[in-house]
């Protein structure tokens, strides 16, 4: 078969089979559709059919093949990551600063520092280091990779849950909001590449003042036209991020936080969302799925996936426990809060991916990380869901 008619196979296969095991499962209570993508990546990657039926990957996931689902992929999550940073709201997070501050620090303080004792117990043992990354880096990212949050899927959810346009919902999305500012920022330090210094430095100077003109150009455009420019300037950003050595998430990220979430209408971007969802991120899922090794052993692997869970989940949990004590929340709040912040699937999928390129990673400490993410992530519906239907007082409440 040419190279046309294998790349079919593979999307038959990426959009099919997650699909039927979503539906016919009925697994959308504990593990939504985005959820069984991710899983069914893992599942069609090298470590799982690809080691049990070795034909079949090298037949239809030809060097060619895997390098166009990558291009698709590279697009999607750059969109994805633009939206997020488009939905910061830094404004409210100022009107409440010492809630949202005490809440987002802790929440994310917390998990960070349990999450870098479970690195640095990883680092006990040969195969987690990367070939280029430093022990700092490692320790630091794993550890960040346990605090973070995933914006878009927490909008997801609490869309499922009906909390969203509620003030607690309100109230979850400024934390976040915080927590993904501080996630981008200690990656950009993780990436920080003192080679090439001068470079990083001409990208971000340069940022700020085609950025500020940028906010300009796009305040005088009617909204029709912000669309189209907010995708050359994605592109634009992502380019300089990866040239600087920032990687080009970092950039994406950065187009989207210097954009205004008011300069475009809200269904509209919630519908994009949704759409990049359906049409483009499945690609991700599996080409994440394709970088998974499991070379020391699956058992090892998930052994290093429990304690890295263990340590995210108690981290958010303690850390809004701690924020819950100092604000004087109702019994139950910092439970449901804590719980929902747990959410991280794509977002630490995203910057996992972005260690195991630069190689601060192996690919065993990816696949570790992605299992934790996909069970953090399965675990939070679950937990949340029977909370708020005891505690629906707590929906109205707006600090």
Same mark, same amino acid.
């Given at each position: 078969m040419n190279t046309t008619e294998l790349f079919l196979i593979a999307m038959i296969l990426i959009f099919a089979l997650p699909w039927l095991i979503w539906r016919i499962g009925r697994t959308e209570y504990y593990a939504p559709l985005v959820v069984v993508q991710i899983l069914t990546g893992i599942l069609l990657g090298p470590g799982v059919l690809g080691q049990a039926f070795p034909d079949y990957y090298s037949f239809v996931f030809t060097a060619?093949?895997?390098? /166009?689902?990558?291009?698709?992929?590279?697009?999607?999550?750059? #969109?994805?990551?633009?939206?997020?940073?488009?939905?910061?709201? +830094?404004?409210?997070?100022?009107?409440?600063r010492r809630e949202s501050g005490i809440t987002a620090g802790l929440a994310l303080g917390v998990p960070l520092l349990l999450g870098s004792v479970a690195a640095g117990i990883l680092l006990?043992?040969?195969?987690?280091?990367?070939?280029?990354?430093?022990?700092?880096?490692?320790?630091?990212?794993?550890?960040?990779?346990?605090?973070?949050?995933?914006?878009?899927?927490?909008?997801?959810?609490?869309?499922?849950?009906?909390?969203?346009?509620?003030?607690?919902g309100q109230r979850i999305l400024r934390y976040a909001s915080l927590d993904d500012i501080a996630i981008w920022g200690v990656l950009a330090l993780i990436l920080m590449d003192w080679s090439r210094v001068g470079k990083q430095l001409v990208f971000l100077l340069a940022f700020?003042?085609?950025?500020?003109?940028?906010?300009?150009?796009?305040?005088?455009?009617?909204?029709?036209?912000?669309?189209?420019?907010?995708?050359i300037w994605l592109a634009v950003c992502g380019f300089g991020a990866d040239w600087a050595g920032l990687h080009f998430m970092v950039g994406a990220f950065l187009a989207g936080a210097v954009m205004e979430a008011e300069w475009f209408d809200q269904e509209k971007m919630d519908l994009l969302r949704h759409h990049v969802l359906l049409?483009?991120?499945?690609?991700?899922?599996?080409?994440?799925?394709?970088?998974?090794?499991?070379?020391?052993?699956?058992?090892?692997?998930?052994?290093?996936?429990?304690?890295?869970?263990?340590? /995210?989940?108690?981290?958010?949990?303690?850390?809004?426990?701690?924020?819950?004590?100092? +604000?004087?929340?109702?019994?139950g709040e910092a439970s449901i #809060?804590?719980?929902?912040?747990?959410?991280?699937?794509? #977002?630490?999928? #995203?910057?996992?991916?972005?260690?195991?390129?630069?190689?601060?990673?192996?690919?065993?400490?990816?696949?570790?990380?992605?299992?934790?993410?996909?069970? /953090?992530?399965? +675990?939070?519906?679950?937990?949340?869901?029977?909370?708020?239907?005891?505690?629906?007082?707590?929906?109205?409440?707006?600090?």
């Open positions: 060619p093949v895997i390098q /166009s689902l990558n291009g698709i992929a590279w697009w999607a999550v750059m #969109i994805f990551v633009m939206i997020a940073g488009i939905e910061l709201d +830094l404004r409210k997070a100022w009107a409440y006990l043992a040969d195969g987690w280091l990367g070939a280029q990354g430093l022990r700092w880096q490692f320790i630091l990212g794993v550890g960040m990779a346990c605090a973070v949050t995933a914006l878009p899927i927490l909008i997801l959810f609490m869309e499922k849950l009906d909390v969203l346009r509620q003030p607690i700020v003042v085609i950025g500020w003109l940028f906010h300009k150009l796009m305040a005088r455009l009617v909204e029709r036209d912000r669309w189209y420019v907010a995708l049409v483009a991120m499945p690609v991700f899922f599996l080409s994440t799925g394709l970088r998974t090794n499991w070379t020391l052993g699956g058992e090892t692997v998930f052994v290093a996936a429990a304690l890295l869970l263990v340590a /995210s989940v108690a981290g958010k949990l303690i850390g809004v426990r701690i924020a819950g004590r100092i +604000l004087n929340w109702a019994p #809060i804590g719980w929902l912040l747990q959410t991280k699937a794509l #977002i630490m999928i #995203i910057f996992a991916n972005i260690l195991l390129d630069r190689e601060i990673i192996t690919s065993e400490a990816f696949t570790a990380l992605l299992l934790m993410a996909v069970a /953090s992530t399965m +675990l939070t519906v679950p937990m949340v869901a029977p909370k708020l239907a005891r505690l629906k007082e707590l929906i109205g409440r707006s600090a």
